[in-house]
């Protein structure tokens, strides 16, 4: 049989509005905001981790949250951000957006061979993290 799921995606203007993807509420978003306020007076250095990426240059458009474009909203008007970590997109992701955080959605061990692996470790420093990946996973240096 078919994958349907593909038939149903072609005719959508925005194909993150999907069954298998979710979105972020104005309570959710209102509480990361106030979280990331405290982090910004406070000179903090966040990483923010979600299972859905929320950067179409860090992800297929099919993997998107619904709302995505809310919650950059939400990170870009802080300086305190400086990495989004998200997973759900099985082939991986990343890009430096233009407020300079990173957008890193990692391979999804679901699609890894059995002989192979898809993890990492990072490394938090004052200035970077260091990803030291192990199979589909990438070594990835991040300044900040």
Known sequence: MPNLLFFFIAGLEEPQFV?????FSQAQLDWFNEILKFSDENQEKVVVMGHLPI????????SLAWNYEDALSVIHS???VV?????????????????????LTLEGV??????SNAFGTVYVYEDKMVLKGRGRISDRVMHF
Request: charge should be negative; aromatic fraction near 6%; charged fraction near 20%.
């Open 110 to 115: 679901i699609e890894t061979p059995p002989e």
């Open 55 to 62: 950067h179409p240059d860090a992800s297929d458009r099919v």
């Open 19 to 23: 069954e298998f993807n979710g979105g």
């Open 78 to 80: 802080h300086q305190s």
């Open 83 to 103: 990495c989004f970590l998200a997973g759900h997109q099985h082939d991986g992701g990343y890009c430096l957006d233009s407020h300079g955080v990173h957008h």
